[in-house]
Structure formats: C-alpha cells, structure tokens
C-alpha cells in the first residue's frame, strides 16, 4: 500500500462529509483522494410538539438542534448536548447549551449526575443510537421524544460504485451503526479491500458484511477520535 494511497470515502450526508474531508486532509495530506457519496439524505419533519414547560431538551446531534430550533421559537431551555459541534450550534440558536462527552450513553449519565433535570423533551431522528428513553426513565426523568428529522437512505455515488469495485485499498469511515448497515448493504459486491474506523463496537458489528481486512475502532466517539483510528489504519498500512 505504499505505492498506492487508499483513497478515503465518505458517506455521511454532504455537509458532515467535507467537514470531516478538510480535517483529514489537514492532517493527512492535502493531495489525499477523497470520494464523497452519501448514504443518507436529512429531512427536516413537522411533528406536533407537546404542550407545557420543557426546561430541559437534549440534542444528540447537530441535525437535532437545526431540526427543533424551525419548530419552536423559544429557544429559553438548557440544552444538554452530546458533544462540542452540537452544543455550538445549540448555543448559536439561544439555548444554554451544556457539552457532553461525546457519546448518548456518557451525556445521559450527566444528565442523571447534575441531579438537576426532571422533565425533558427529546428531538430525535427517526432512527436514534442509543435509548435515550430508557435511561431517563430508570432515573425517574419524565421523557417525551419527539421525531424531527429522518435520515433517507440514498444509493451510492457511479464513483462509489467504482472505486469499490476496483482492486485499490479504501478507507471507510463509519460513524453509526445505521451508517455502517447502509454502506455493508450499498456495497455487497465490494472487491476492493476495505479498511474501516468504526466510531463504536457495535458500528463495527454492523460493518462486518464489509469483511473488512482491517478495522480500528475509535478510543474517541468524536471527529478527532475517528481520525485516530484512520491514522491507525495508514499506519498499518505501511507496515504491509
């Protein structure tokens, strides 16, 4: 693999994808070969929102925030996020925004820590990592969940197709476990040898169709932890 670069694909949606592009060619190379082609599409729904005071909300992702912030104009609440990118744009929308961890399980466990929280409202996606639900409920935390956008899945990219159907190595960051499933569904036919960085074990678990010959998971469920992990890869890689 030393005399050919794998090329990077990414298949989250558009915006995230170029993101995590520019942050890799920053610190990979900026000549790298990147392949963009996302798996999903997001699509902003108009649920009813439930009535009374909701001091508390928690966004799991940044499309949460963006999502919920069209639908109410009061934007007073504390939003507890799971991580950085979130709470900025929660805090660029008005919301007191407290910073998770990173992970569902890790922002839910300092939700119950703060010891401050008893009612909270939930935008979610239609298809949620982690039960968000669950915990809350074990900790006697009144719970309503609320759909806000969807993730529709969408074919790959005639340069996807292409580039995993050839014999030159990828490197394929996953950043869910739906994404993972998306991408081992999208490319059953995959030649090309597939080295992942799986974001979570239970990502790695649903990219296994992948049979990828290489996969690091994450020490970090964030941006910068997935660039670990690929480093890891290209490391690897070198080594033969």
């Known amino acids: 693999m030393d005399s050919i670069r794998p090329t990077l694909l990414l298949t989250r949606p558009e915006a995230p994808s170029r993101r995590f592009a520019a942050a890799f060619r920053e610190r990979f190379g900026a000549d790298w070969p990147v392949v963009i082609s996302p798996l999903t599409k997001i699509v902003n729904l108009?649920?009813?929102?439930?009535?009374?005071?909701?001091?508390?909300?928690?966004?799991?992702?940044?499309?949460?925030?963006?999502?919920?912030?069209?639908l109410r104009p009061d934007h007073r609440a504390t939003a507890w996020c799971v991580g950085g990118r979130t709470a900025k744009a929660a805090?660029?929308?008005?919301?007191?925004?407290r910073t998770g961890p990173g992970d569902v399980a890790g922002l839910c466990e300092a939700i119950v820590a703060a010891g401050t929280v008893t009612r909270l409202l939930y935008p979610r996606p239609v298809h949620a990592a982690g039960n968000v639900e669950g915990a809350m409920y074990s900790a006697g935390i009144e719970t309503k969940s609320v759909?806000?956008?969807?993730?529709?899945s969408r074919p790959p990219t005639a340069a996807a197709h292409l580039l995993m159907a050839g014999a030159a190595p990828v490197l394929l960051p996953l950043f869910?476990?739906?994404?993972?499933?998306?991408?081992?569904?999208a490319f059953t036919s995959a030649t090309a040898p597939v080295w992942i960085a799986a974001i979570s074990g239970a990502t790695a678990d649903a990219g296994a169709p992948l049979t990828a010959p290489h996969c690091i998971i994450a020490t970090r469920p964030d941006a910068e932890g997935m660039l670990d992990a690929l480093g890891g890869l290209i490391d690897a890689a070198k080594m033969g």
């Open 91 to 97: 805090e660029a929308a008005g919301f007191r925004a």
């Open 176 to 185: 869910s476990p739906r994404s993972a499933a998306l991408a081992a569904a």
């Open 46 to 70: 108009s649920p009813q929102l439930p009535e009374g005071d909701w001091p508390d909300v928690i966004f799991t992702s940044e499309n949460a925030v963006q999502a919920f912030r069209k």
């Open 147 to 152: 759909l806000v956008y969807d993730q529709v």
